[in-house]
């Protein structure tokens, strides 16, 4: 079975095929590559609401036509900072391993909850207008469980992740560190590291497959004050035990 044929395969038994929004903003020929080699996987919490053009179905077998296009280099991403930031991260991580580790050519991209959106906001009058088209969702909740379960079942199988970066970080509502923390066993977290005065990193480690992975909770990158901070992120990693 192709890499495709296996993204087809979850998103339909997942009852996500049909779900207006993206899987993923990397080039889909990550997944073509070395396991081992994908060392870095960010998540959102939910697509733009220009997700939304297309279903998740149609987007995966789009790209994979296009398998060396890369949406978050070449996507309209609108003017905050965030696409520069995502794609400034693997150096950034590199710097707090102080070894090369990570690059743009192994990085997933995705997100928590595979329902687009024009901001976390709109999440629920997108929920309600899925339900109102014959959505097989009977609640939020229900959706986010399926798409973590897309997300822990095949997106995560081609990768071997020594990181999970979550943008998003709020411990309530929708966040992709809230997602990531609902639906993965916790060994290990620590108190989160003040950024600005609204604002602060979070860092716990999970288990995935018998491995202890570090996961990092960032503030919303979108907003200026919250550009990512080697020293911030490296405190954090050092108080999980990573080095």
């Known amino acids: 079975m192709s890499i495709l044929e296996q993204i087809q395969v979850g998103l339909k038994k997942l009852n996500l095929d049909a779900i207006p929004g993206s899987p993923f903003d990397n080039p ?10 994908v060392s870095l996987v960010v998540l959102g919490t939910n697509g733009n609401i220009t997700d939304a053009e297309k279903t998740n179905l149609q987007w995966v077998e789009e790209r994979a036509l296009q398998p060396e296009y890369s949406h978050v280099e070449s996507g309209d991403w609108g003017k905050t900072p965030l696409q520069g930031e995502l794609l400034k991260l693997p150096d950034v991580l590199n710097s707090c391993f102080d070894e ?3 690059s743009k050519e192994h990085m997933i991209l ?17 929920f309600k ?15 986010i469980t399926a798409s ?7 997106t995560l199988s081609f990768s071997k992740p020594k990181v999970i970066f979550a943008y998003g970080n709020a411990n309530s509502n929708d966040s992709a560190w809230k997602y990531i923390k609902d639906n993965f066993n916790v060994i290990r977290e620590i108190a989160p590291i003040p950024k600005t005065s ?4 979070k ?36 108080g ?3 080095f």
Not at 110 to 126: E, F, P
Not at 148 to 154: A, D, R
Not at 214 to 231: Q, R
């Open 28 to 37: 889909f020929n990550v997944f073509n590559k070395d396991p081992e080699l």
């Open 100 to 102: 090369v580790l990570f």
């Open 110 to 126: 995705t997100n928590g909850l595979l329902l687009a959106s024009a901001g976390v906001k709109d999440i629920g009058k997108q």
């Open 129 to 143: 207008a899925l339900k109102e088209n014959g959505s097989n969702f009977n609640s939020k909740k229900e959706l």
């Open 148 to 154: 973590m379960s897309f997300f822990k079942e095949y």
């Open 198 to 201: 609204v604002s602060s990193y």
């Open 203 to 238: 860092f716990c480690l999970i288990e995935l497959n018998g491995h202890e992975i570090p996961v990092i909770g960032s503030p919303h990158l979108s907003y200026g004050y919250n550009k990512l901070d080697v020293k911030l992120i490296k405190q954090g990693l050092i």
């Open 240 to 242: 999980l035990g990573i």
